[in-house]
Nanobody, 126 residues
Framework: QVQLVESGGGLVQAGGSLRLACAAS????????MGWFRQAPGKEREFVAF????????YYADSVKGRFTISRDNAKNTVYLQMNTLKPEDTAVYYC???????????????????WGQGTQVTVSS
């Protein structure tokens, strides 16, 4: 069982930055791929980024590529999402997620993730 708790959301002006953090329980954090997703009001949950287990491979949605960076600190059981040059269309609830098994390949499909945090709100004003 993996428990995930996000933090770091808030209100920021367009062009600003935020860093989200997701703290995970358990002793095998380094063996889990970690993903970030977001959901805007009235829209489906969409993929943002993932960091493969071990941290050697990352992947981003086209909409955030070059602006967002996913990283992880395995010693702290934490994955981060650094968000720069934020746009109003980035406004959403952001969720971190982990697959149901260790050593899973990274995926942009929410269906591949079994564990989810409660989400943190990010609001970007124009």
């Amino acid at each position: 069982q993996v428990q995930l708790v996000e933090s770091g959301g808030g209100l920021v002006q367009a062009g600003g930055s935020l860093r989200l953090a997701c703290a995970a329980s358990g002793r095998a954090f380094s063996s889990y791929t970690m993903g970030w997703f977001r959901q805007a009001p009235g829209k489906e949950r969409e993929f943002v980024a993932f960091s493969n287990w071990g941290g050697g491979r990352t992947y981003y949605a086209d909409s955030v590529k070059g602006r967002f960076t996913i990283s992880r600190d395995n010693a702290k059981n934490t994955v981060y999402l650094q968000m720069n040059t934020l746009k109003p269309e980035d406004t959403a609830v952001y969720y971190c997620a982990a697959p149901g098994k260790q050593y899973a390949s990274g995926s942009y499909s929410a269906q591949e993730y079994a564990y989810w945090g409660q989400g943190t709100q990010v609001t970007v004003s124009s």
